[in-house]
């Protein structure tokens, strides 16, 4: 992966994790106002999203005229009529910013529109204020989402709400992200457990990195508990309980389906955020796709990316980095998973977050890919390895794209493309809405080109070219996870992301035709000093 200086406006060259403060008040960059025509195809409409959804966003709320900012995460309902409207729906807020928590808050009416690709706009009306939305569906059942309005930016996904009974929660894996409440000290979070019937914790671990270090934060024993309310196989609270080091730690969270949950904290301690799956015991042979972000020891935001390949317990394979928009590849990675009771800590050697060092991660399989952390002291990353199942991704079909980083401020896409196929240059078209923290843009056209690896190994690149003057180029390099889920990291000297995107099912197909189980795009983790005010 090479660097490639894009052409974006100046006061968008990356900055390190720039203090927000300065960003905030920087003088903003414009979009185009040329109307941008879909592409032919697609039968998408407001009758697409027709029923009740699980709904969960996080990322950077900013208040420009206070000149603060803080990670902030909405989980829950909404309620679409098919027609156009919000009906209804109840939403957890936990934003810093705007006051704290604010649990079961019900939302007013509002509308939403569909295109016929896909892509689509709304809002969450709350009593706590209006959260403008960009979407884009894959099915009837499940979309990606960004908050698109100019107090805030960020990503999640939207799904069909699904049930469980509380025995089919019997071990789950989870995954958590976000900053301390107070300080905004970065916070990771990963663990496994198991339940009895009544949703006790009988065993289980959990690992924490807090801006960068996880002394005497790893493997530490779990009790608490995860149950669904009473009466409701929908919804239920947890609490995760790890003794003096962080306390007991309370959740609301709600059921995609009886393998997946999306949680979020309500209390005050922190804000924290993500999804749980059905743990699992083993890791099989084959070839794993990963995405990890965060930020390296010295607070710079980092993303990497890469295959690796299962054989016993070792992991071997490549990495793709962006370090502080200083890009490379470590064609040599290699590290030892010995899993125990559903846990291992991977230390791989061949890896670089801008230098080559030993890194360890704590990892729990699950049926939502390996839940990934960092916990050495050489900076927090965070993400997860999927088994890959396919090496390319259909051509003559519809992709919706989600992207989420920094470029010395929060960047969120939206996008939907289609692919052409190798024969033709530019090989995918679409449209592309970016919201650049408290600058939504104009939607742009996206035209440009997918190269496969050859031989073929289910990784390639994408080059983006001089989108507009805004957003400059696009570079990624990709990797298919199966025949209808890709991740990517960017590969640009001047933004550092990563994200995904999925396989388009037509609404006539069904709304099982395509159900991910990945968990959310979440942003760059930040450093405590990049919401230190200068």
């Known amino acids: 992966m090479n660097p490639l200086a894009s052409t974006k406006c100046a006061g968008r060259l990356l900055v390190a994790f720039a203090a927000i403060s300065s960003i905030l008040f920087a003088a903003g960059c414009g979009g185009s106002s040329t109307t941008v025509v879909p592409p032919p195809g697609g039968s998408f409409s407001n009758s697409s999203l027709n029923g009740t959804y699980v709904i969960s966003i996080s990322g950077t709320d900013a208040n420009v005229s206070q000149n603060t900012s803080s990670f902030f995460a909405i989980v829950g309902t909404i309620t679409a009529d098919g027609g156009g409207n919000i009906t209804g729906g109840t939403v957890d807020i936990n934003d810093p910013n705007i006051g704290g928590v604010f649990t079961g808050q019900a939302l007013s009416t509002s509308t939403y529109s569909i295109g016929k690709d896909g892509r689509g706009t709304g809002s969450l009306k709350t009593a706590e204020g209006t959260f403008g939305l960009d979407f884009v569906l894959t099915t009837t059942s499940h979309g990606l989402i960004t908050r698109f309005d100019s107090s805030g930016s960020g990503s999640g996904t939207i799904d069909a709400q699904g049930s469980a009974t509380q025995a089919s929660l019997s071990a789950l894996a989870f995954s958590l992200t976000g900053t301390d409440a107070t300080s905004q000290f970065a916070v990771g979070s990963v663990g496994g457990l198991t339940l009895d019937g009544s949703g006790t914790i009988t065993a289980g671990t959990q690992d924490f990195n807090e801006n960068g270090s996880s002394a005497n934060l790893t493997d530490l024993a779990l009790t608490g508990s995860v149950v669904l309310n009473s009466g409701s196989t929908t919804a239920g609270t947890a609490t995760l309980t790890t003794g003096s080091a962080f306390g007991s730690l309370g959740f609301d969270f709600w059921v995609v389906d009886s393998t997946h949950l999306k949680l979020i904290e309500t209390d005050s301690g922190a804000v924290l955020a993500g999804d749980a799956f059905t743990q699992q015991t083993s890791i099989p042979a084959g070839t794993l796709a990963y995405t990890l972000g965060g930020f390296d020891s010295g607070g710079g935001p980092f993303v990497a990316g890469g295959l690796l390949s299962v054989s016993g317990t070792t992991l071997t394979g490549i990495e793709d980095f962006n370090d502080a928009g200083n890009t490379g590849s470590e064609p040599n990675v290699t590290g030892p998973c010995v899993l125990t009771a559903g846990r291992c800590a991977l230390s791989l050697s061949g890896f670089s977050n801008g230098s080559l060092n030993n890194f360890i991660f704590a990892a729990y ?170």
């Open 365 to 534: 399989p699950s049926s939502g890919g390996i839940q990934l952390l960092e916990i050495d002291s050489l900076g927090l990353t965070q993400g997860a390895a999927y088994t890959q199942s396919a090496t390319s991704f259909a051509a003559s079909e519809g992709y919706g794209f989600n992207l989420s980083g920094t470029n010395g401020n929060e960047v969120d896409d939206i996008a939907q493309f289609n692919a052409l196929g190798a024969t033709v240059s530019p090989n995918m078209t679409g449209i592309l809405d970016e919201n650049d923290l408290t600058a939504p843009l104009n939607p742009v056209t996206l035209s440009g080109t997918y190269t496969p690896d050859s031989p073929v190994d289910g990784r390639g690149s994408i080059s983006v070219p001089n989108i507009n003057t805004s957003i400059g180029t696009l570079n990624l390099e990709y990797y298919v996870v199966d025949g209808s889920t890709v991740v990517f990291v960017e590969g640009d000297s001047n933004q550092v992301a990563l994200g995904t995107f999925e396989l388009q099912s037509p609404p006539t197909q069904g709304a099982a035709a395509v159900q991910s189980h990945m968990s959310m795009m979440r942003p760059v983790a930040r450093s405590h000093a990049a919401l230190r005010r200068k």
